[in-house]
């Protein structure tokens, strides 16, 4: 049985006159992530992760910023393309571990949707994703509501083989 894992990390500023998207749920605040995208920190390091696990090189190299191709993009754009290298290789994701660091706003009642939505976009069954969230006790920039971050960790088996969960 083949497995490869690979993980992610990202983040972004939090700005005013943008909304907050996080896992591809839109969760209401009155500032949002800066970034050339949809900003999507969450969905970013999923799909880094993804790139770390197919051994592919980075987000920075498949989706440069001063492409205007990703312009506004939703980051399930950015997803699409990484998934399709995946399924093309013949490999699935067995499971995805990620964690959303923030201070504001309070992400305790989305991490549900968080992870159902991270999950229809990996076309896996729900319980193979799993979405923490946790704050920094107020320490340093994210404490202080400047920015918010994501980490994950993804596990990826050959298609073939019966995957866990
Ligand atoms: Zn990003």
Known sequence: MTVR???GFDAHRLVAGRELWLGGVRVPHERGLEGHSDGDV???AVTSALLGALG???LGTWFPSGD???RGA???ALLAPVLERMRARSLAVGNLDATVIAQEPRLGPFREAMAESVAQRLGVPRERVNVKVTSTDRLGAIGR???IAAEAVVLLVSATDPTPG
């Open 5 to 7: 894992i690979g993980q």
């Open 42 to 44: 969450l969905l970013h």
């Open 56 to 58: 592919e090189g980075d």
């Open 68 to 70: 205007e191709r990703w």
């Open 74 to 76: 939703a980051s399930a």
């Open 145 to 147: 509501g400047e920015g």
